[in-house]
């Protein structure tokens, strides 16, 4: 089993960025899609971006398509969100997901086994 740790949230302006990470022990992300969520109160969790877990293929909601990258580095086994441009509309909780080797959409929060705590990022406008 996978254990997950994000970092990197916090209060930002409109327009700016964060990066957030997200750290994996117990196994190595090579072997998992890693998804990235977020929830609003009030709100279902929603998806964000994921990398497949050969890491060729990245995914992105339509939201964030242009704005967000999502990358990972096995060495270090990380998977990052690059969030630029941010508005006031991102704000959420933000959380990291894996899920055992291919999966069939990877849009959807069933489809991923481990969960991190999430971090908090808050957009002012």
């Known amino acids: 089993q996978v254990q997950l740790v994000e970092s990197g949230g916090g209060l930002v302006q409109a327009g700016g960025s964060l990066r957030l990470s997200c750290a994996a022990s117990?196994?190595?992300?090579?072997?998992?899609?890693m998804g990235w969520f977020r929830q609003s109160p009030g709100k279902e969790r929603e998806f964000v971006a994921a990398?497949?877990?050969?890491?060729?293929?990245?995914y992105y909601a339509d939201s964030v398509k242009g704005r967000f990258t999502i990358s990972r580095d096995t060495a270090k086994n990380t998977v990052y969100l690059q969030m630029n441009s941010l508005k006031p509309e991102d704000t959420a909780e933000y959380y990291c997901?894996?899920?055992?080797?291919?999966?069939?959409?990877?849009?959807?929060?069933?489809?991923?086994?481990?969960w991190g705590q999430g971090t908090q990022v808050t957009v002012s406008s």
């Open positions: 117990g196994r190595s992300i090579s072997n998992y899609a």
């Open positions: 997901a894996s899920g055992s080797g291919y999966l069939v959409n990877y849009r959807t929060t069933g489809n991923y086994d481990n």
């Open positions: 990398i497949s877990w050969t890491g060729a293929r990245t």
